[in-house]
C-alpha cells in the first residue's frame, strides 16, 4: 500500500514537485562502516548522489513487527557520513496495520540525523489498507486532508530553506 500511497502523493503534488522515486533500496549492500570510504558500491553511490541532488526527501514506510523495516534503516545508515540529510527537507509517512511504534523509532532516527522539520513534517496512517485503494488514491477524507496538509508544510519548508 506505500507503493500506492507515494503514487497518491505523487499525484496530488505534481503541479509544485517533480518526485523521483528510489526503487532500488533492496540492491544497497549492508551497511559496514568498515567499507564506507572514498570507495563505495555503485548503488551506495548513486543513492547517495540522488540524495544530494533532491530539495527533500519522502520517506514513506510499512512498519514490520513494531519496528523500522531492515531495507530502510540499511539505506539511512548509508547515509550518515555522507551528510545527505542534514538540514535537508524530509517527510516521513509510515502507513502500516499500526504503525505507531516504528515510526517512533525512525523519527529518533532522523532527528539523530538532523532531517530538516521532520516534528512537522510526519504523519501515521494506521489501517492504510482502508483508506487507499489500488488506483492509488486516498480515499479516507481525513487522510486524504493529513496528506494534502503534509505535501503543504513539505513544500513550504523546501521554500523557506
Known amino acids: 500500500m506505500n507503493h500506492s500511497l507515494i503514487k497518491a502523493i505523487i499525484e496530488l503534488s505534481e503541479t509544485n514537485l517533480n518526485i ?3 526503487d532500488g533500496i533492496g540492491n544497497l549492500p549492508q551497511f559496514n562502516p568498515d567499507h564506507d570510504g ?12 540522488q540524495l ?10 510499512p512498519e514490520y513487527a513494531h519496528g523500522v ?3 530502510l534503516k540499511n539505506a ?10 542534514p538540514h535537508k527537507p524530509t517527510m516521513l509517512i509510515t502507513a502500516s496495520t499500526g504503525g505507531f511504534y516504528g515510526h517512533k523509532a525512525l ?3 532522523l532527528k539523530a540525523i538532523e532531517a530538516k522539520n521532520i516534528e512537522n513534517l510526519q504523519l501515521v496512517i494506521p ?3 482502508t483508506k487507499v485503494n489500488e488506483e492509488n488514491k486516498i480515499t479516507d477524507e481525513k487522510t486524504l486532508a493529513e496528506v494534502r496538509k503534509l ?9 523557506n530553506k
Open 107 to 109: 523519527m529518533e532516527t
Open 127 to 129: 489501517f492504510v489498507k
Open 20 to 22: 523521483l522515486v528510489f
Open 52 to 61: 544530494n541532488n533532491a530539495e527533500g526527501i519522502i520517506i514513506c514506510t
Open 151 to 159: 505535501i503543504f508544510d513539505f513544500i513550504e519548508t523546501i521554500n
Open 69 to 71: 523495516p531492515g531495507s
Open 38 to 49: 572514498d570507495t563505495v558500491a555503485l548503488e551506495v553511490s548513486d543513492f547517495r548522489q
Open 76 to 85: 539511512i545508515d548509508w547515509t550518515i557520513s555522507s551528510s545527505s540529510f
